[in-house]
């Protein structure tokens, strides 16, 4: 119960309308099995969430929650975006979270965030066992880091590399809205 207790303070002060939920929740989905089915999130599809999150939460709580938006969303973009610039995570990823952010608020947001990575996480570790790659992907990994720490991205293991192994972060990010949203929810 402590734990709970923890991982769940912040949101005892960030309440998040259920409209607001059932926009995340829908727009994660679609997000999800586009990322599933394409290897891409359009930016028709995250810039709309972007403007329907700001939208939504400016009608449901005036210039209060449109601020949060904005918040949710450049907390987002700001956290992702060496990811993004050393070309280990996809622009429409970066722009899914941002959207995610616009629509959440930050609070929240970071939770998903923490989610995704986690699932993310899951889905790799699970696809390198399979294929059968996992030496080859530790040692990717720890390249990453240094390229991380450096600010130096490894041309050998960008997005840009097609021999490498790439997770549908859209996926992750859907499973972990739709987690969010079931611990918010559980009865307390």
Same mark, same amino acid.
């Given at each position: 119960?402590?734990?709970?207790?923890?991982?769940?303070?912040?949101?005892?002060?960030?309440?998040?309308?259920?409209?607001?939920?059932?926009?995340?929740?829908?727009?994660?989905?679609?997000?999800?099995?586009?990322?599933?089915?394409?290897?891409?999130?359009?930016?028709?599809?995250?810039?709309?969430?972007?403007?329907?999150?700001?939208?939504?939460?400016?009608?449901?709580?005036?210039?209060?929650? @449109? !601020? =949060?938006?904005?918040? +949710?969303?450049?907390?987002? #973009?700001?956290? &992702? *975006?060496?990811? $993004? %610039?050393?070309? /280990?995570?996809?622009?429409?990823?970066?722009?899914?979270?941002? @959207? !995610? =952010?616009?629509?959440? +608020?930050?609070?929240?947001? #970071?939770?998903? &965030? *923490?989610?995704? $990575? %986690?699932?993310? /996480?899951?889905?790799?570790?699970?696809?390198?066992?399979?294929?059968?790659?996992?030496?080859?992907?530790?040692?990717?990994?720890?390249?990453?880091?240094?390229?991380?720490?450096?600010?130096?991205?490894?041309?050998?293991?960008?997005?840009?590399?097609?021999?490498?192994?790439?997770?549908?972060?859209?996926?992750?990010?859907?499973?972990?809205?739709?987690?969010?949203?079931?611990?918010?929810?559980?009865?307390?």
């Amino acid at each position: 119960m402590g734990l709970y207790r923890i991982v769940f303070w912040s949101f005892a002060f960030y309440t998040v309308p259920g409209a607001v939920w059932g926009l995340a929740l829908a727009f994660t989905l679609c997000a999800g099995w586009l990322d599933w089915r394409t290897r891409r999130i359009p930016n028709w599809l995250t810039v709309s969430g972007v403007v329907a999150g700001l939208a939504l939460n400016s009608l449901l709580g005036g210039w209060h929650r @449109a !601020v =949060g938006s904005l918040e +949710g969303a450049g907390v987002a #973009l700001a956290l &992702l *975006l060496p990811f $993004v %610039l050393l070309r /280990g995570m996809g622009a429409g990823d970066w722009k899914l979270m941002g @959207a !995610v =952010g616009a629509m959440i +608020g930050w609070h929240p947001l #970071l939770f998903v &965030l *923490l989610l995704s $990575v %986690l699932t993310s /996480g899951l889905m790799a570790a699970f696809q390198m066992v399979v294929s059968r790659r996992v030496k080859r992907t530790m040692r990717n990994v720890g390249r990453l880091a240094v390229g991380l720490a450096q600010f130096a991205p490894d041309p050998a293991i960008t997005l840009d590399n097609p021999t490498l192994l790439k997770v549908p972060f859209g996926v992750a990010t859907s499973a972990a809205t739709i987690l969010s949203f079931a611990l918010m929810h559980w009865p307390r």
